[in-house]
């Protein structure tokens, strides 16, 4: 548990951080790709890129010698000391202090709660944190070192900065599973992208650890970049991927002076978690100025384009509970109608692209007339109508990524037509 964490609600079912060893999140990543018939190839290293036309031509250093390959395009997701960064000549701006050190570590140890985080804060930067890992026998330590620290420390050392830092000698650490010295380095790339060839994660920004904004910001890079890159594959408009350096470049900015006040608050004694907001969080990241804001962004309204889309709890057509997050779950774009006007429209619109988008509606109440297909649902409590601020008859389409695209109030079919073509791919149109 966190001081001052938030609590559940319909919209944010999920406000709490929740720790996981990067060993476990590699683990689910590469069982999914697994699922998708993508292997990951260990050994390999990239040294040379080259760009053709339509074509990236990669060139490889395996176990069994070098090999060259060609793609439609590539990402460099290869962290803070990129190689493609370095190759595509992208700058990479920002600071280093040498003065600040900090050992980051999943021990197991003895003498603590694991239903608490546990903080000793202290006004000469001598802090330590030791938190829980999930659905694990070990907890993250972290714990600011001298400016020399260099390499892995030994298990008798980090407990002798435990006990001082604690004040307690029954806290024991049996087992250092993994450590690593973090020193104070800020920085970002000036552009995303290079013809056919973009940045993704640690590749074009680095912060402190600060927060756990690090793999969260990385997952959403990701996320922004591989659904337009699929839909342009498939047909949509190339300058659909002018977008994601639009989107995410301001993000990740935001995101390493975030990181900094809060690694500056920690050297200060501030003690992280109280109060934990959505900043932290990152409930919040949205796209305020986008060529894929289809509509009006004002002051009166909630949720806009750019917005992320909130969660609510339904009732479906067969009475069974369900979360709008799980009927956005996928990889397709979601029309959410609030009205009937919306919901024709909503269901033509599904059957244009019947391979890419799905149409939703939400009705008030239960009967026979406002729940006629398996497409409708009951907001029964009117929660999803509140947290959206709907006021009359309203379409909202929700991009992949779980952002809000287009709101539209008594929207007609040609108008949203002309704004999803700006993203869906015309080959996944109906004929």
């Known amino acids: 548990m966190v001081p001052g964490a938030p609590e559940p609600t319909a919209s944010t079912p999920y406000p709490r951080t929740v720790l996981l060893p990067q060993w476990r999140v590699e683990e689910v990543l590469r069982e999914r790709l697994g699922e998708l018939g993508v292997m990951v190839e260990y050994g390999s290293e990239l040294f040379g890129l080259k760009q053709e036309g339509d074509r990236v031509q990669a060139s490889l250093r395996t176990a069994s010698g070098s090999e060259s390959d060609s793609f439609s395009y590539a990402i460099g997701c ?12 992208i700058g990479f701006l920002g600071q280093t202090d040498e003065t600040v050190r900090m050992l980051t570590a999943d021990v197991e140890l003895s003498g603590l709660d694991r239903d608490f985080w546990h903080w000793w804060p202290s006004a000469d930067g001598r802090l330590l944190a030791l938190c829980p890992l999930a659905a694990t026998d070990t907890f993250q330590l972290q714990v600011g070192v001298a400016a020399d620290t260099a390499g892995e420390l030994p298990l008798k050392e980090i407990q ?3 006990e001082e830092r604690s004040g307690r000698a029954d806290i024991r650490i049996r087992r250092v599973v993994w450590q690593s010295v973090w020193r104070f380095n800020v920085r970002m790339v000036d552009r995303y992208r ?3 060839v973009f940045l993704a994660g640690d590749s074009a920004h680095v912060h402190s650890p600060a927060g756990g904004l690090g793999m969260n910001t990385g997952i959403q890079d990701a996320y922004n970049l591989g ?4 839909h342009v594959l498939h047909g949509a408009p190339e300058a659909l991927l002018d977008t994601y350096e639009q989107e995410r470049l301001p993000i990740a900015a935001d995101v390493l002076n975030l990181s900094s006040e809060l690694i500056a608050g920690r050297v200060k004694g501030v003690v992280p978690g109280e109060g934990q907001g959505s900043d932290t969080l990152q409930l919040k990241v949205h796209y305020p100025v986008s060529e894929l804001n289809g ?4 002051e009166h309204v909630f949720v806009q384009a750019g917005d992320r889309a909130p969660d609510s709890l339904l009732c479906g057509p067969d009475g069974a509970a369900v979360r709008l997050f799980d009927l956005f779950r996928g990889t397709h774009t979601s029309a959410l109608a609030f009205g009937p006007r919306s919901s024709k429209v909503a269901d033509a619109l599904a059957r244009r692209f019947p391979y890419c988008l799905k149409s939703f509606t ?3 109440a239960a009967s026979p007339t406002t729940v006629p297909s398996t497409s409708h649902f009951t907001d029964g409590e009117g929660h999803a109508r509140q947290d959206y601020s709907i006021d009359g008859d309203t379409l909202l389409v929700i991009r992949p990524d779980g952002y809000v695209g287009l709101r539209a109030t008594e929207p007609s079919e040609a108008e949203a037509l002309r704004y999803l073509r700006r993203f869906l791919p015309e080959e996944h149109a109906a004929r």
């Open 194 to 196: 290079a013809e056919r």
């Open 295 to 298: 509509s009006l962004r004002g």
């Open 362 to 364: 939400l009705c008030p």
């Open 227 to 230: 659904w337009k890159i699929a």
């Open 78 to 89: 290869d962290g803070a000391s990129s190689t493609v960064r370095r190759l595509l000549e």
């Open 160 to 162: 002798a900065l435990v």
